[in-house]
């Protein structure tokens, strides 16, 4: 029929070369910003202020229970806790979800030693300008931002534990 | 006729596409935020969620129909990373 | 080459410079299905397992493995027209890999199918990438195929035919309830494209039926053209609808329509119900006709119900049932499936030769089918 099929093939893979190379990994920033301040009812009941957190470092994570690389993350950040929490530590996990009690039903099942703050109507989501699923930012004792990774891949948990450790040593 | 009229929609709508994207890309925000996806997230808005049922039936009606192409979907989900 | 193909090429990678950047997508998940597949009607069974592995290796690359098995049958009216029943088996491997860069995902895969006569080998290379805030999803893809035609009772039969398939789809989210897809697909055929078991039939007072059978003559070449749109939208009480409409034109003539509409309802965490109905209709093939007024009439002849005018009406019902297991368990998630489609082909233009009337004049052909799925799936 044609000779096309090999200049067809030719531009294609023209095509998925400049497509890998002009894609860019998206990091996170890392100007000095402050964290802004919230308060959120959490799982306990009570509510819960960032702001009284001043002088531990903690770690904001949002995640869905729709998410699946938010539930792979969530037995990460309990082993994180549980080592780090003695030294100033702890991880809020803000969940999304538009029905808590999706995020409950799965909190049934994977228990976690950290506060789970529910963010419903998307407030404190906005604040942080969430850009993607799950979005993880590390914040120092003095309250300011110090990293924003947005995403999970298996992986980023050591990438994760190597910035609150240099952080707990400040 | 017909044909003509695909293959003019088809590339009308690919430079439409490029034009919207390549001008509107920087500027505007995405007006469905990655944590608003929950419903789209959910398994029954999946293009595709049996595939090897999918395709078993997309295979019954190809091989006694005339007609064959453009069927499946792509996308949607979690969006998640 | 071809304008639309030109556009296609070069616009692509130029899109994806002006492209909103956000972060990745993600592998198809891992999963394993097995299924039981039935087809019954017009006097033909066919049916057999199909199972899919799928593995995730790492963060970037997911592989996956098909096996799928046709045991074939009875006698459609095609066959018992000039033949009589007969028995056999299909078997087909299609092994893939997919491939994530960042918001870049491409995926290869290679199929082979395999009966007593007849061979076929493809392979297809897919990409498709998201971008403006994940809400847009761009693909396309390449499929390249090789057929080899042998016929059964002739050692020396040997043809064959090539393809070549172009695929273009948009995804594009509309709110947070609604999904808009649009997929365009060329495809061209090369080679010999007909069926050899197939014949045309056309006046002869000198047979006792009035008519004889000769074989079926199709051009060598075809390029065909689909265009289709759907659309999911989510109803709040966790259910949702979807349809979809696709045309169809070739150069052999053939013009079709589908037309497709959904429901999906849910009963609490673990039931899930699929409605639907769909409507295909497709005009003859320029060279098809059920009876020709005499042998060698025209360069190209074709009786083959599958050119001809006809209407297939179908609706059918799908049940899951789905466990989620405990975190602990390596298994997440486990369904069992039923599926069903009643079909209803009614031809316009073809008659049924069996029954016993004029010549020209017999009944037109209609009939029924059941496509039945039973599976099991995993996802892990």
Known sequence: MNSKPLSNFVLLFIAVMSLTLLTAFTAGAAELQSAPDF????????????????????????????????????????????????????????????????????????????????????????????????????????GNKRLTHYGYKSGDEAKYKEVVKALLRE | MKKQLLKYSMTGLIVSCVLFVSGCATSIEPWVKPYERDNLADPIMSANRNPVSSSYTMHAFQAREGARGAEGGAGGGCGCN | MNPTKLVLFTLFPLLLVFSFNSTSA??????????????????????????????????????????????????????????????????????????????????????????????????????????????????????????????????????????????????????????????????????????????????????DRGYRFETEVYPNTRTSNAAAINLNYYLPYRASIYGEARIFSDTWGIDANTYKLGYIHTFGDNWILDLRVRQYQQGNADFYQDLFSRSAEFNFRARDKEMSSFKNTSIGLSVTYEYRFSQSSWLEKGTLNYELDHLRFQYDDFRNVLADAPVGEEPLFEFSANVTRLYVSFWY
């Open chain 3, 26 to 207: 993600v592998l198809p998940q891992e999963r394993a299905d097995v299924m039981y597949h039935s087809y019954e009607g017009d006097g033909m069974s066919i049916d057999g397992p199909s199972v899919l592995v799928r593995k995730q290796i790492g963060n970037k690359v997911s592989v996956s493995a098909n096996y799928y098995v046709d045991t074939i049958s009875g006698a459609s009216i095609d066959v018992l027209a000039t033949a009589s029943a007969y028995e056999e088996e299909r078997t087909e491997h299609s092994v893939g890999v997919d491939f994530l860069h960042n918001k870049t995902l491409m995926n290869l895969n290679f199929t082979s199918s395999s009966e007593n006569d007849f061979e076929a080998r493809s392979v297809h290379f897919g990409i498709s990438q998201d971008f403006f805030g994940d809400l847009t999803t761009l693909s396309m893809g390449y499929s390249k195929g090789w057929d080899e035609v042998g016929k059964r009772g002739d050692e020396n039969f040997l043809e064959e035919a090539e393809r070549q398939q172009f695929q273009f789809g948009l995804t594009q989210v509309l709110t947070k309830n609604m999904i808009l897809g649009i997929n365009f697909e060329n495809i061209s055929d090369e080679g010999y494209l007909n069926n050899p078991y197939r014949s045309v039939r056309y006046i002869d007072p000198t047979a």
């Open chain 1, 39 to 142: 308060t959120l009812k959490s799982n306990s009941g009570e509510n819960l202020r960032l702001e009284e957190q001043q002088g531990n470092v903690v770690i904001v994570n949002f995640w869905a229970s729709w998410c699946a690389p938010c539930r792979e993350e969530l037995p990460h950040f309990d082993a994180m806790q549980k080592e780090y929490e003695d030294l100033g530590f702890t991880v809020l996990a803000v969940n999304v979800d538009e029905y808590p009690e999706k995020a409950n039903n799965l909190l049934n099942d994977i228990p976690v030693s950290f506060p789970v703050l529910f963010d419903n109507l998307d407030k404190v989501s906005k604040l942080y300008d969430v850009r993607a699923m799950p979005t993880t930012v590390i914040i120092d004792r003095d």
